[in-house]
């Protein structure tokens, strides 16, 4: 199993893509620490995992609030003494054109779905040995959006380039960071999304499963890819070839 004794940290683990992650992680071996904001999702998914033999632990936190991601990480080092591997999905999304979006309205994406990213990989890689991986779960949107959804597009796009520079940062470390972009996936976030009830963004092609793009998160992060580090891998059915 590839993630045999191996401790995983996973943000958003407690529905949709992240769900799934965790679900696969464990399936594979691995310890995962469940990290979300919504504990009774959270301590869904580590029943899950406890159901199919495995083992998990659950952490409720804010992913924007450097204590409380200290304290996660923490958690798991307490428990497990190190961490292996970081998958941060945790997202959100907002809907207004942006003159018409508050400031808050624009930190508050930036801090779930970017400042988490710096916090979780600013706490968790002193405790990463080497042949550690941090997966970054981007989306299209980072390549080609729409209107209306701004800040998570620039969320996205700064999280790509944000791996991209950290990547050489961890290198003499041995420890590799790199990107999942999923398109349309069969999510609650999908489907509650204003502009897809609307017909402003249309879904065409082909609409993935969490499991898909948990398994492209599970192969980045296991030792098969141990020569890619600072990319993003793009999992969306065709997706980029229908909005370019």
Same mark, same amino acid.
């Given at each position: 199993m590839r993630f045999a004794?191996? *401790?995983?940290?996973v943000t958003g683990a407690g529905s949709g893509i992240g769900r799934a *992650?965790?679900?696969q992680l464990a399936r594979e071996g691995g310890k995962v620490l469940v990290v979300d904001l919504n504990e009774e999702h959270g301590r869904r998914t580590v029943q899950e995992i406890a159901d199919a033999h495995g083992e998990a632990l659950f952490a409720k936190c804010n992913v924007g609030d450097p204590a409380e991601v200290r304290a996660t990480v923490e958690a798991a080092v307490r428990e497990w003494?190190? *961490?292996?591997v970081v998958v941060n999905d945790a997202a959100m999304m907002t809907f207004k054109p942006i003159v018409d979006l508050s400031e808050d309205e624009w930190d508050d994406v930036q801090n779930v779905n970017l400042r988490s990213v710096f916090l979780f990989c600013k706490y968790a890689v002193?405790?990463?040995?080497?042949g550690?991986?941090?997966? $970054?779960i981007s989306s299209v949107h980072a390549h080609e959006t729409t209107r209306n959804v701004v800040p998570y597009a620039a969320s996205k796009g700064g999280m790509e380039a944000f791996t991209r520079g950290f990547s050489e940062e961890i290198a &003499?470390?041995?420890i590799r960071i790199n990107c999942v972009a999923?398109? &349309?996936v069969d999510t609650p976030m999908l489907w509650h $999304?204003? $502009?897809?009830k609307s017909g402003v963004e249309k879904v065409k092609g082909a609409i993935g499963k969490p499991e898909d793009i948990a398994a492209a998160v599970c192969f980045l992060a296991a030792p098969e890819a141990r020569f890619i580090t600072g990319t993003t891998l793009i999992v969306d059915g065709g997706r980029l070839d229908i909005l370019a």
């Open positions: 004794n191996k *401790v995983c940290v *992650v965790a679900l003494q190190k *961490v292996d002193p405790h990463m040995p080497a550690g991986a941090i997966v $970054n &003499a470390q041995k999923p398109g &349309a $999304n204003p $502009n897809i």
